[in-house]
């Protein structure tokens, strides 16, 4: 008894204190930034330019006014949901990079409903169209899910590919029976008024699918927290043997984890399509699935470094593109800078994987 | 050091042209790049040519701006450059057309342009390219090269092809200038439709071109983006013809693309940018570029004009100047709908 008293003891000494985790996981969060900002510094004065001013004017492009800080969280709202929605799946181990093609899909369907449907439906067919569109997702994302679950189909390698099945649909799709006959580009006609999400802060393009979105963040935090099953889901990318001999269903969670990331991807390309676009179109999703893996990564899964990662993003890609028109510095420099982020994000990741196998 | 170099050559600029409205008076204009990016080797690059040689030669400033997302942020980026003291702002991106016309309400005293469409507001420009026209001259020569054995590749049958992206009636401009032409040369020539119904697919295209040769058109223009490039090839392959559209296409096969229908938007962006400088924006008007002047052409046909015999080139720059002169009207779908030749 006494024994068995004292192990528990120190089992609960080994936890780190909260705020040495709170201050470890800000540290990995911001260290690939400041790394990545760093290289895009000496970039910048490869260039011969200063990198303080260019940052300076970024800063203001990003967050100087109200103005500005609409159009970065405008930016951000699609990667919100890209990155619960591969957050979810990769906190299960469960490496899913499907998640642009179930956003592409979901914005189609959500566009299509959107138009389609009679005016006189008026509110319902936003809900209409952003449940349709979860459908599809999840739907989506169920096959590769069930592909992994059952038959062991690697989902790297499926989901990958099935990003370019649905580009292909949809191009097909938006080049063919949804095509707007007024259109001389590859676009459905747009969607009714009625239909549209409103804007948060006009005249910024700031819509309500940006409170979506941070809904789908605050119910991810609540799941994996709160929720038994999140907790299940955790274990299983934790010690998938380990779960699996404590009685839970491995196979289960790999299928239920693909259908919430498929539900929460669709939600995304709702949204987009109802508050953003307004239509689908070719190049309806600049890559968001990639961006929110990238940001996911960052998060290391967590709620909060989703959210932050979000709004980091979004502002590289809004102030991004503003400074052009008061600088002479091009986007690739912007493009360094995520991508080295990105690297920095995953080879911290990869480091601590290794320190962590030879270490014990 | 570079910025100092840069406004002692806007000083340089400023000094030489002495005409109208100084440069200085005038706000710096915008270029929203579309999808696709700089380096395209295509619509993008070409228009921000023009672009840059209108600043060049009016001494305004003026920037070019790219964006990963140009689809979802157009709106954003086109209110920044208003908000941000820019006085003309001009896309290149088709989707920005239906913000553009609400941001042109909300900022009255900024110039807005926007390309292949039309869009209402008396401080919009809209420019549409007269592609009936070139596809015009595109169909004329093909119609004489068809039934001359003497080249290579070409059978006696007056029969020639067109391939279009999908069935719309910006697609079916192109294909109506194109028979039209054709039948200017030869009343009786066969000009077969079809369309790929998809601008992206290279491999669909090459198989409508091949099926196309087997039925003995030698010649198939193509109005079909992306799938194009397999049209090009197809006829690379069979050892035929094919006609390329919006850039000069000429060197992606050489020798089997008989010509490029050019749309020179390069042209327009320059011209508008002058008239800008000049205080001569035409907001509220549709401005149609078409062989008049130079906003569409046939490619300069590097590497075939040597094997087109003098006459036909002749004859297709005769055509050109009636069509100029209004002695020849071609037909426009996207305006005045379908003709009666061609359903």
Known sequence: ?360 | MKRVIRCLLAGAALSITTLGVSAADVKPAALIIAQGGLGDGSWNDTANAGFQAGLTATGITGKAIESKDVVAQGEEIMRRAADGGFGLVASLEWIHGEPMEKLAADYPDVNWVIMNQTRKGDNVASVVFAEHQGSFLAGALAAQVTVDTSIKGINEQAVIGVIGGVKAPGIDKFIVGYIQGAKAINPDIEVKVAYSESFGDPAKGEQLAKAMFNEGADIVYQVAGGTGIGIIEAAKAEGKFAIGVDTDQDSMAPGNVLTSMVKRVDVATESIIRDYADGKFPGGKVLQFGLDVKGVALSDMNHTKDIIPETYLARVDALKADIISGKIEVWDVSASGYPDFFK
């Open chain 1, 1 to 360: 008894m006494v024994d068995g008293g004292s192990e528990n003891v120190v089992a609960i000494d080994a936890r780190p204190p909260r705020w040495t985790l709170a201050a470890e996981n800000a540290m990995r969060f911001s260290l690939p930034v400041l790394l990545a900002f760093l290289a895009g510094a000496v970039l910048l004065l490869a260039i011969g330019e200063n990198p303080v001013a260019i940052y300076q004017l970024m800063l203001s492009e990003g967050f100087g006014s109200e103005r500005r800080i609409a159009a970065t969280l405008s930016a951000s709202t699609p990667l919100l949901f890209t990155a619960v929605a591969t957050a979810v799946c990769f906190r299960s181990g469960v490496f899913n990079v499907g998640v642009d093609g179930a956003f592409v899909l979901g914005g189609l369907g959500a566009a299509v409903i959107g138009y389609a449907l009679p005016v006189a439906l008026g509110w319902t067919i936003a809900p209409l169209a952003i449940g349709s569109a979860m459908l599809i997702a999840a739907f989506w994302l169920w096959v590769p899910g069930v592909l992994l679950a059952k038959l062991e189909v690697d989902e790297v390698v499926s989901t990958l590919m099935l990003n370019f099945v649905a580009l292909g649909i949809s191009g097909f799709l938006v080049n063919s029976v949804f095509l707007s006959e007024t259109s001389g580009n590859n676009t459905t006609e747009t969607i009714h008024e009625v239909a549209e999400l409103s804007r948060l802060l006009p005249p910024s393009t700031l819509h309500s699918g940006f409170l979506l979105g941070l809904l789908c963040v605050l119910g991810y935090a609540f799941w994996t927290q709160r929720t038994p099953q999140g907790f299940e889901a955790a274990l299983v990318g934790f010690n998938n043997r380990f779960a699996r001999s404590v009685g839970i269903s491995v196979p289960g969670t790999i299928i239920l984890v693909m259908i919430i990331s498929g539900l929460v991807s669709g939600a995304g390309g709702a949204a987009h399509a109802l508050g953003q676009v307004h239509k689908f179109s070719d190049g309806f999703s600049a890559g968001y699935g990639f961006t929110g893996m990238a940001i996911a990564l960052l998060a290391r899964n967590s709620a909060i470094g989703i959210l932050l990662g979000a709004i980091l993003f979004g502002a590289l890609a809004s102030a991004g593109t503003t400074v052009q028109l008061f600088s002479d510095i091009p986007l690739d420099i912007v493009n360094v800078i995520e991508g080295t982020v990105m690297i920095f994000a995953v080879v911290e990741l990869g480091r601590l994987t290794l320190w962590r196998g030879t270490g014990q």
